[in-house]
């Protein structure tokens, strides 16, 4: 009965990977960190206020266009690598009909060297209902 326990466990651990949690963010060291000096306020003239509603609007949409655990392909060219990065993007967010964002995410001139391709198709759009937290529809991709 024993080995029969060990090797059903042992069966069912590599299906553990499956289900793999997004990774924590990384920390700068305790010593690193002691030398940040945080203004007393944020500048009233660089700062954004991103509303909490918009900015789980684009992390859905974000986790969906470039998941966290998205690797580049082998022999992925210069261009390939930087578009895996999700700082490579930018998002542009509108209000939709009520209870829908329009977020659409589109690669940053500033980011890539596009050379002098055209950049088309991507980017995309996601229609995102902001009372249940799900995907609707997505235009592009």
Same mark, same amino acid.
């Given at each position: 009965?024993?080995? =029969?326990? %060990?090797?059903?466990?042992? #069966? ?13 963010? =990384?920390?700068?060291? $305790?010593?690193? +960190?002691?030398? %940040? ?20 609007? =684009? ?11 998205? !690797?580049?392909?082998?022999?992925? #060219? ?6 895996? !990065? !999700?700082? +490579? ?5 509108? $209000? ?6 329009? %977020?659409?995410? =589109? ?9 002098? +391709? ?24």
């Amino acid at each position: 009965m024993k080995h =029969v326990l %060990v090797l059903l466990l042992c #069966s069912l651990l590599p299906g553990c990977a499956l289900f793999r949690r997004p990774p924590r963010p =990384v920390h700068a060291p $305790p010593e690193e +960190a002691a030398q %940040v000096q945080f203004p007393l306020g944020l500048p009233e003239q660089e700062r954004q206020i991103i509303r909490g509603n918009i900015l789980r609007a =684009v992390q859905l949409a974000m986790d969906d266009f470039l998941p966290w655990d998205t !690797r580049p392909h082998e022999g992925a #060219s210069p261009l390939e690598l930087c578009l895996y !990065r !999700r700082e +490579a993007y930018d998002a542009i967010t509108a $209000p939709g009909p009520e209870g829908i964002i329009f %977020v659409s995410i =589109v690669p940053s001139p500033h980011e890539c060297d596009f050379g002098s +391709a055209p950049v088309l198709d991507l980017g995309a759009t996601y229609a995102i209902d902001v009372r249940g937290w799900r995907i609707l529809a997505i235009q592009g991709q």
